[in-house]
Each structure stands twice: as structure tokens, then as C-alpha cells.
């Protein structure tokens, strides 16, 4: 079988699972196989053998080795994206971003249903994906006075010049500890239908929706074996020398502002971004440029969540606690990207942590693993931490709708 549905990456000799399920998660996106075909690196599922420290990875080695040479047909080019750019270079183009966009109703409507007020949307400069983004580019050029986009993620020129990569959706600003918007994530309007694998005893188990919304194709070890449409959430079994089976599940919401892979493109990473949340009377008075300093912080997963979360921690706590727990939150873009966090707890001072993932993605033993190593990390870097708890059922699963509910979270001491 020739490797199909997989994209050339920066790494000689490695092509990701793109369209393919990784065989060793059975999940697409970030995994990686070797030319050679016997060797797998996995985002999701850890071995004693660790890829990359920057963002966890890990190797596997197959029993059998897979065919080697790619199908061009089915395989994308790499493109070599530019350098990202300076955050100085990215707040200004994303604040006359800001300036040439809007945001529509049904995404205002959306955030005033997530507990946000009026003058926390203004001042937080949520945004639409727009409809015609050449067009944006073109304001962008006219309010910044730019006119090439090198290195800002989002941005690619196509041969009819400059344009935006994206789908429409909310857009959500990532900025630093300088209050600085150096990379977006878009909560997009209508995710994709995916598929998952469960292989069973079915060595090389692969689905993929081949049309949306749900014309499911069956593969094993590359050839297809059955076409059919399945019910969302509803899981196919498969009988094929073994047993299996795979669902039809809603796809990934968040997404990146990235232009990765396209002409004169910018991938957003390198690294990703950490949001980092204050109230927004603290936001409103905070001059970019200008360093945050705190002694304690709250870590939670996903900016929207923590822009949230922060806004009802003054409301809820008094102020000597508020000076022992913080009023700043740290957003990841996922548990596993929590390394990115370090040199920022440093550059801002930080002594104490409150982590605050999910409750109901803690009982995911892969979300535990990274929670023990962010949690190792912390400790031998002298920090004190705690792990905020509370409960799922009654409170929502996250941070910030436990916080708006005016639940207080219980602390346990870490160390």
C-alpha cells in the first residue's frame, strides 16, 4: 500500500497523518510516520522512547512495516512557512485586523450566552471570521500601512495577491504577557463531522468521511471495504478477520489562525501562544508593551474559557484571598502544550499555580499523564500549586462555568 492521505512536513522524511488515521492513536493530525514505514512518532499515546520535548511526542515502532513510497496524487506538498514575526509586528497587524472586522449577532449572541457582558466583548476584541477576507487584507494594509503579511499566521499571498486563511466563526485573540495579540484561535460556526477508530482485533483499521456530513469509507491497511452513511454518535461494527468499529462524532471546534502549508504562509506555532487573561478594568488600563507581573496564577485550557473564567473571580472571592489564589489565568491550546508555559510563569514573576483543567477531561489517563508532568515540571521548578476540583454534574465541566455559577472551586494542595 502506498502511504496516502498524509502531508510532507518540515522534518525530512516524515509525512503527517493528515486524511490517515495514526495507527497507534487512530486519530489524524500531529502524528507522524517515517519514509521507511516503520516508524511512527504519536502526539497522543506515550512509549518509553520521547520524540520531542517541545511538544510531547513519542515512538513507535511498528511489526509491520508499511510500504514506503508516497502516492503523489494524494500527498501535499510541504511548503517552507515563514519565520513567524515579531509580537510587536503581530499586535499591530492584528489590531488593524481588529479595526477592519466585526462581529456578527449570532457570535455576539453567543458570547453574551457564555455570561459575557457588553463591555467585556469591546474591550476583549472578539472578532468574525470575514466573509470576504481579500477584502480585510486590503483595510489591514490601508490602517497599518503594511504592505507585505511575512510571518504573521493567518496571512498567505495566493497569485492574486494577499488573503486570509480561516472558516467562519468566533475569533479569539491570544495575547502575551505584554498584551500583546500574537496569534488567534477561531471557535468555528460548524465543525466538520469526523470519524473515530476503535481497530479491536482488525490490524490496520482506518476510517474517514469521505462527503460530508456522514458517507463514511471503511478501510483496512488501505483498501476500502465498505462505503456507507452512519448516524452521529452511533457506533458501526466491523467484521473483517477480527473486530472493530468506528463513529461518526462531531470534529474539532478550535482551530488556529494558521496559514501552514500555503505560499508565503505562517504556521502558529514555533511557539504557540499562551493567552494570558486578566479582568477587563485591568485589561482596559494595560498599555501593550508593558510586562504582567503576578505572583499567582490559574492555568486552564483555552482562551475564551479563561477570558471567561477571570472575569468572576474578583465576584466571588474576597480580597485576601484574591491576593493568595490571583486574578490572572493562563490559557494552553491543549494539556499537552503545557511546556510553553514555563517561560512565561518565569518572565512574569509567578511563585504560586492553581491548575484548573477540565474535571471531566482529568479522568482521561492520557490528560492525567500530562497533568502529572506539568505537575513535576512546576515542583522542580520550586513553584507552589494547587489543584482545583469541583463538580462536574452540578458545575459544568469547566472552569469558567463554575466560576459564573458563582461555585466556588475546593483547592487541593499539590506541593
Not at 462531531?250 to 479582568?279: C, E, M
Not at 490572572?328 to 510553553?340: D, E, M, P, Q, S
Not at 476540583?389 to 459544568?396: F, R, V
Amino acid at each position: 500500500m502506498a502511504l496516502s492521505n498524509l502531508r510532507r512536513t518540515k522534518l525530512k522524511g516524515w509525512y503527517e497523518y493528515y486524511r490517515e488515521t495514526c495507527p497507534i492513536c487512530h486519530k489524524r493530525g500531529g502524528c507522524m510516520i517515517n519514509e521507511k514505514g516503520d516508524t511512527v512518532v504519536c502526539i497522543r499515546n506515550e512509549s518509553s522512547i520521547e520524540f520531542s520535548k517541545n511538544f510531547q511526542s513519542w515512538v513507535h515502532r511498528l511489526k509491520e512495516k508499511r510500504k514506503t513510497k508516497p502516492s503523489d496524487e494524494t500527498i501535499g506538498d510541504f511548503i517552507e512557512g515563514n519565520k513567524k514575526a515579531t509580537p510587536d509586528t503581530l499586535h499591530k497587524t492584528y489590531k488593524g485586523f481588529i479595526e477592519a472586522t466585526t462581529l456578527t449577532d449570532s457570535h455576539y449572541n453567543h458570547l453574551v450566552k457564555r455570561s459575557m457582558t457588553d463591555d467585556e466583548i469591546s474591550i476583549r476584541e472578539f472578532r468574525s471570521f470575514p466573509d470576504k477576507p481579500w477584502y480585510t487584507v486590503k483595510a489591514v494594509k490601508e490602517i497599518t500601512g503594511k504592505e507585505d503579511f511575512d510571518g504573521v499566521p493567518g496571512f498567505y499571498k495566493s497569485k492574486f495577491g494577499w488573503n486570509i486563511a480561516g472558516r467562519q466563526g468566533i475569533m479569539i485573540p491570544y495575547r502575551n504577557e505584554y498584551n500583546q495579540i500574537i496569534g488567534y484561535q477561531t471557535r468555528v460556526d460548524n465543525p466538520l463531522n469526523d470519524v473515530t477508530v476503535k481497530p479491536g482485533s482488525i490490524n490496520g483499521l482506518q476510517a474517514v468521511v469521505k462527503e460530508q456530513p456522514n458517507l463514511v469509507q471503511i478501510l483496512i491497511e488501505g483498501e476500502i471495504i465498505e462505503e456507507i452513511s452512519l448516524e452521529l454518535g452511533k457506533m458501526h461494527m466491523v467484521y473483517r478477520n477480527g473486530v472493530g468499529s468506528v463513529t461518526l462524532v462531531k470534529g474539532q471546534r478550535y482551530f488556529w489562525t494558521s496559514s501552514a502549508n500555503k505560499l508565503n504562509g505562517t504556521g502558529a506555532g514555533d511557539p504557540l501562544p499562551i493567552h494570558v487573561a486578566v479582568p477587563t478594568d485591568k485589561l482596559n488600563t494595560w498599555e501593550p508593551g508593558n510586562l504582567l507581573k503576578a505572583s499567582s496564577v490559574w492555568i486552564t485550557e483555552g482562551a475564551l474559557k479563561a477570558d471567561i473564567a477571570v472575569q468572576h473571580i474578583p465576584k466571588i472571592y474576597d480580597v485576601e484571598e484574591l491576593d493568595e489564589i490571583g486574578t490572572t489565568f493562563l490559557a494552553t491550546a491543549g494539556v499537552n502544550t503545557w511546556r510553553y508555559l514555563m517561560p512565561i510563569l518565569k518572565n512574569m514573576g509567578v511563585k504560586h499555580v492553581n491548575i484548573a483543567f477540565d474535571m471531566d477531561a482529568m479522568e482521561n489517563p492520557k490528560v492525567a499523564y500530562q497533568l502529572q508532568q506539568l505537575a513535576k515540571e512546576l515542583k522542580k521548578n520550586n513553584y507552589t500549586a494547587n489543584l482545583a476540583m469541583w463538580n462536574p454534574e452540578n458545575d459544568q465541566k469547566g472552569i469558567d462555568d463554575t466560576l459564573a455559577r458563582k461555585r466556588i472551586p475546593k483547592f487541593k494542595r499539590l506541593f
